[in-house]
């Protein structure tokens, strides 16, 4: 039986990728604060109320929705740390119990990769001398061990990004006299909405002009059914 690592070094692919897990949720939060919050003060304005009415309405859905994302992301991310030390422990076990097995099966997943059976078995026994547990997790799960995203960190940067976000239709809303408020509003949050949309594709490494539209009509839609909602109202 072979020793298992307690510990492996920290590798710039685990930093990049608790990085852009901190971005994405960033870019998300913007993303969602400009949208909810252009919806709501879109339909209070529309129904002619006060500047203090849609003020006051737009605050709250800035508090209410930057909690809303900043638990969510906690609560998301702290599934997958947990699932992740979960895999670990079970893996600890398979390898405990099973190392041979475990051998064989490291050996199909570098065969899968394009190796061919003599090489791929030869490379598995050595990972497997070196760093059994480490190794496993790494190739057949995506694991690092002992490096799991940190929830608060996804959840502030998904919390303080909604207030910032949301800030721009409050703004807008604001400063715009009637009768260009609403027109005004909606064109200052198609242009936010082109840059997050733009941004959320190339950190996915999606087709960018794709991402732009989906974004822009999500938030135009929202726009739309609350100002149509807010004029019947108002």
Do not use: C
Not at 13 to 33: P, T, W, Y
Not at 169 to 178: F, S
Not at 218 to 229: D, K, S
């Amino acid at each position: 039986m072979k020793a298992l690592s307690a510990s492996t070094p920290l590798e710039h692919r685990f930093h990049l990728s608790e990085r852009l897990n901190i971005i994405r949720a960033g870019v998300l939060g913007a993303n969602d604060g400009i949208i909810s919050v252009a919806g709501i003060v879109v339909g209070v304005a529309s129904a002619h109320q006060s500047q203090y009415t849609i003020f006051l309405a737009g605050i709250s859905g800035m508090l209410a929705g930057a909690f809303s994302m900043g638990g969510g992301e906690y609560v998301s991310v702290s599934t997958q740390r947990d699932t992740q030390k979960s895999m670990m422990e079970l893996q600890k076990e398979a390898i405990q119990n099973e190392y041979d097995a475990e051998v064989v099966s490291l050996q199909r997943t570098y065969e899968s990769k394009g190796l061919p059976t003599p090489l791929a078995h030869q490379v598995a026994s050595a990972f497997m001398q070196k760093d059994s547990l480490d190794i496993t997790l790494r190739e057949k799960y995506n694991i690092e061990l002992h490096h799991y995203f940190n929830p608060w960190h996804a959840a502030f940067s998904s919390f303080f990004s909604f207030m910032l976000g949301s800030l721009l239709p409050i703004i807008a809303i604001l400063a715009i006299p009637y009768p260009f408020k609403v027109s005004g509003t909606i064109g200052s949050i198609v242009l936010a909405l082109i840059a997050t949309g733009y941004t959320s594709a190339t950190l996915g490494k999606a087709n960018r002009l794709k991402g732009v539209l989906r974004n822009v009509l999500t938030g135009v839609l929202t726009m739309v059914v609350t100002y149509l909602i807010g004029g019947s109202i108002g």
